[in-house]
């Protein structure tokens, strides 16, 4: 009976994660609950592997059916905690194809609202100085700032950040404003990059907000254009007390959850649409992609899979562990990513924790080209 029990288990088990896959692969606007089966994926994945253990030692040849599961949807369990403990972070080779250095970071405007800012603005000139000084050939800045020549501010040259991150280091900027603000102000994005940008562009989801998305072909020193994509999807328009309240006790449930499950669908009803365009732009794409973006969505989500279906992610790749990058009180957290297309090697990933600067963590990737283009 105990056997019979645990193989029913098994067998259920083994269902939730096929389910919870399909649900993944479902948009919020056909059928909204489905973002919810999605969210079990990785306990689901984590039951399965424990049953794995479970039968090698009660009964090894049951335990090639959650064995086999666990191989086909290794892919999904890396999407939300990248195992490589043996790769080792070698530089790539140069003659095997140009390299490209990609920095992704929301900036959160560089702090410039009051409520954001510190003593003598450390946080906002530390962040504009790391940006300056990094050696990526190319960043991708969402909640971009900037406070052009001319602009009525009483912060002098803090936030003149086009020209302290672009020309001042030697790059090229493609600055696409949602927002001129009476004071001259710029918000928007931002590509920067130290190779010469040929051809630019703007995504607008509708109306042009902060949500949208702006790409810039980049020709290489080899003379191979690549494409860089930088979005920002909706997000889910959630505070984070909120969050935390609803989680923390009942009363914060019955006061919070109702409200907060309206928001959550919202959101992903308009990211899943934002992705969808995305898509689509990627597929009449001629050159190699790289892409940059703030999903507002966790790796098991309908957002994530459609990119995943298409690129690389960077971190999945190479990483190790979680790779969390939001900067809060909600733990294990991946919601910025970089993706490459399939002639890209992707050689290291890793996420700049030591710049606490913003509510999202930058990152940065290297990736080598596989084969000439042009």
């Known amino acids: 009976m105990r056997r019979s029990f645990a193989f029913k288990s098994t067998v259920l088990v083994m269902g939730w994660v096929l389910v919870a896959i399909a649900c993944a692969q479902v948009p919020a606007y056909t059928f909204w609950p489905a973002i919810f089966g999605a969210l079990t994926l990785p306990v689901a994945l984590l039951l399965n592997l424990l049953l794995v253990g479970y039968w090698l030692l009660r009964r090894w040849p049951v335990a090639l059916l959650p064995l086999a599961l666990a191989v086909l949807t290794w892919p999904h369990f890396q999407r939300g905690l990248a195992l490589h403990p043996f790769r080792a972070a070698n530089a790539p080779a140069p003659a095997a194809g140009p390299v490209v250095t990609v920095l992704s970071a929301n900036v959160r405007i560089f702090n410039v609202y009051p409520q954001l800012r510190n003593a003598g603005l450390q946080s906002s000139k530390a962040m504009v100085q790391w ?75 509708g109306k042009l907000t902060q949500n949208h998305a702006m790409w810039a072909d980049v020709r290489l020193p080899s003379r191979d254009t690549v494409r860089v994509y930088s979005f920002h999807l909706q997000s889910m328009s959630m505070d984070e007390k909120d969050i935390v309240d609803s989680y923390s006790s009942k009363a914060g449930l019955k006061q919070k959850g109702l409200d907060l499950l309206r928001r959550f669908k919202r959101g992903a009803v308009a990211r899943h649409w934002q992705v969808d365009t995305m898509v689509q732009r990627f597929a009449r ?39 969390s990058t939001y900067n809060g009180r909600l733990p294990f957290v991946r919601i910025d990513n970089q993706f490459a297309g399939p002639q890209f090697t992707v050689a290291d990933c890793r996420v700049h924790y030591e710049i606490p600067y913003s509510d999202h963590f930058p990152t940065t990737a290297t990736y080598q080209l596989r084969k000439s283009t042009h």
């Open 131 to 205: 940006l300056q000084e990094s050696p990526a050939d190319i960043l991708c800045l969402q909640e971009f700032y900037n406070e052009p020549a001319g602009t009525r501010t009483q912060d002098g040259a803090v936030f003149r950040t086009v020209d302290n991150i672009g020309r001042e280091a030697g790059r090229q900027v493609f600055l696409s404003k949602t927002l001129t603000n009476s004071a001259g102000a710029e918000f928007g994005m931002a590509i920067f990059s130290r190779f010469p940008i040929v051809r630019r562009g703007t995504i607008s989801f």
């Open 285 to 323: 794409c001629r050159y190699p992609i790289l892409l940059c973006a703030d999903l507002n969505d966790v790796p098991y989500s309908y957002s994530y899979d459609q990119l995943a279906d298409h690129f690389q992610n960077a971190w999945a790749t190479v990483g190790n562990g979680v790779g």
